[in-house]
């Protein structure tokens, strides 16, 4: 008969704290790590966003058009059009974003400029951001932002490689009057949210770059110089200012909205008030399946639900700074810190206006607002870090040992696939 092994033997050893933590960092050094946690978090704001636009936008589309899911609808199919945009920019090659960015640049500008032209502008909430094609209605500043991401990244990428970075003059031209033309475009309809987030990128592109420290110091004392102009002409961005500032307690007029968001995300407590159980989206909260998204996630999901958009927008941005430090081509490395950038901060400044430590300037939550002409953009952006995270040392290997992905499965399946 065997010996019988001793009782600490027989028990499974429990791995110490140190070893766990080593072991789940160990995960964030695998190859394929940027591109799970891109395409990961992109799924879950995804799905998030459509049970939010359901849940803050049924109440008055019930009482405009007697049915709940008229905006969920409309998502539905702007969904339906950017996830095959996102995967098919995640299988294009570098060079054809490159070949794309003169392209959607011109067609941006071109479109900005319609957006001027009495008749097919269309304005709302002090800004005239949409052309209006009988009832569709398009933002043409959203695919600027990919757009400035692609020119700038490719502009500079070649400047680096002729060796032409190392004067200020080569650096800052054609980029900062490519980009001012975007900018004042923009400025012109009166949109400071997407002023700010062109201004963004352009200062990502000029850090990740390496330009120089007093370079950077004065294009941000400009840009802050550009943001303070829009808001002194513009009366209704001062009394948004100024009622951000405003300690009186008086919550009408410009207040109402910051103190009606702040309401709703109080009333949410740590677990929420339940799915579909928000009380601000009956008419006490203005546009709260677009810009204050956020305040009806935390009304209904509480403050754990709020921390789960954070953490997933945290997840994001360190996936796509992994992205831009780990390749070695220069495009790939500036578009990549460009689109993280945009993404990133327009989620920091939408959610700094809803907890009230930043202005409302009125731009929407990525992938959660509702809005197609975001939406398809920030898509296709994130398809692209997909394709870039592809590049990362030993990602392909690791694409290749994985096996065919669940479309190639799928076509095989139907005797479609390549042979």
């Not at 591109?35 to 799905?47: E, H, Q, S």
């Not at 808001?231 to 009408?252: A, H, N």
Request: charged share 15%; hydrophobic share 55%.
């Amino acid at each position: 008969m065997g010996t019988a092994l001793p009782a600490e033997e027989r028990t499974p050893r429990r791995s110490s704290p140190r070893e766990q933590a080593a072991a789940v960092l160990g995960l964030l050094d695998r190859p394929l790590t940027s591109y799970y946690l891109v395409l990961g978090c992109t799924i879950m704001l995804l799905a998030l966003g459509l049970v939010m636009v359901l849940s803050a936008s049924s109440v008055q589309q019930i009482q405009k058009t007697g049915s709940a899911y008229t905006l969920l609808q409309k998502q539905l199919m702007w969904v339906a059009l950017g996830l095959p945009a996102m995967w098919l920019a995640s299988r294009l090659p570098v060079k054809t974003f490159r070949a794309l960015a003169y392209p959607l640049l011109l067609l941006s500008a071109v479109a900005l400029m319609m957006v001027l032209v009495p008749g097919l502008g269309h304005s709302a909430n002090g800004a005239t951001r949409w052309i209006g094609f009988g009832e569709l209605r398009l933002q043409p500043s959203e695919p600027a932002k990919l757009a400035l991401v692609l020119w700038g990244a490719d502009l500079l990428a070649r400047k680096e490689r002729l060796g032409q970075l190392t004067e200020w003059r080569p650096l800052l031209v054609p980029l900062m009057p490519g980009a001012g033309v975007l900018v004042l475009l923009v400025m012109l309809g009166s949109d400071l949210g997407t002023t700010l987030i062109l201004l963004t990128i352009f200062l990502a592109l000029l850090w990740v770059v390496g330009a120089p420290g007093r370079l950077f110091v004065g294009m941000a004392g400009l840009v802050v110089l550009l943001v303070s102009i829009l808001i002194v002409v513009e009366p209704y961005r001062m009394q948004r200012l100024t009622g951000f500032l405003d300690t009186s307690g008086d919550i009408s007029g410009a207040r109402y909205q910051g103190t009606q968001g702040l309401y709703a995300l109080a009333s949410g407590g740590w677990f929420g008030t339940g799915l579909g159980e928000g009380r601000a989206k009956w008419d006490f909260l203005p546009h709260a399946e677009t810009d204050f998204i956020f305040a009806i996630v935390g009304e209904e999901f509480g403050l754990v639900g709020t921390l789960v958009v954070l953490s997933l927008f945290g997840l994001l941005a360190y996936a796509g700074l992994r992205i831009a430090r780990r390749v070695k081509d220069p495009f790939t490395r500036l578009a990549a810190a460009g689109a993280t950038a945009w993404l990133v901060v327009q989620a920091i400044v939408n959610i700094g206006a809803v907890i009230g430590v930043l202005p409302i300037t009125g731009i929407p939550l990525p992938l959660v607002s509702y809005g197609g002409s975001a939406l398809i953009p920030t898509l296709i952006a994130l398809g692209m870090l997909l394709a870039f995270a592809k590049r990362e040392p030993g990602a392909r290997q690791a694409l290749a040992a994985r096996g065919p992905g669940p479309v190639l499965r799928a076509l095989s399946w139907l005797g479609l696939a390549r042979r």
